[in-house]
Nanobody, 135 residues
Framework: QVQLVESGGGLVQPGGSLRLSCAVSGLTLDNYAIGWFRQVPGKEREEISC?????????????DYADSVKGRFTISRDNAKNTVYLQMNSLQPEDTAIYYC???????????????????????WGQGTQVTVSS
């Protein structure tokens, strides 16, 4: 079965950086898109960024939070390790949340477009990793 495990969260000072990892198993990354999402207590989960495990195309989601992290957060992949990363730079207190990764079947040789980076399309999820930005 598909499993996703997030790691790399923690406490960081404003202006600091973290790299989150999403380790996936039970699948070949080439057949999937992986997305990063976040959830703040009391609010709905929202999309950040997605990447095609096949061709490496990376996009930001159509969300207010995604707009706020353009230029600071970058998604990437390492297919040999079946891992997707979210590099988070210039972190701010407003970035504090639980960060989740999810998997979407796209098939080998497929890319990803913004309309695919939508919460309801992702059927497999990890348990999340907490990111806290505070002095």
């Amino acid at each position: 079965q598909v499993q996703l495990v997030e790691s790399g969260g923690g406490l960081v000072q404003p202006g600091g950086s973290l790299r989150l990892s999403c380790a996936v198993s039970g699948l070949t990354l080439d057949n999937y898109a992986i997305g990063w999402f976040r959830q703040v207590p009391g609010k709905e989960r929202e999309e950040i960024s997605c990447i095609s495990g096949s061709d490496g195309t990376a996009i930001y989601a159509d969300s207010d939070y995604a707009d706020s992290v353009k230029g600071r957060f970058t998604i990437s992949r390492d297919n040999a390790k079946n891992t997707v990363y979210l590099q988070m730079n210039s972190l701010q207190p407003e970035d504090t949340a639980i960060y989740y990764c999810g998997a979407l079947w796209i098939g080998s040789g497929s890319t990803i477009v913004p309309t695919m980076c939508v919460l309801r399309f992702f059927g497999s999820w990890g348990q999340g990793t907490q990111v806290t930005v505070s002095s």
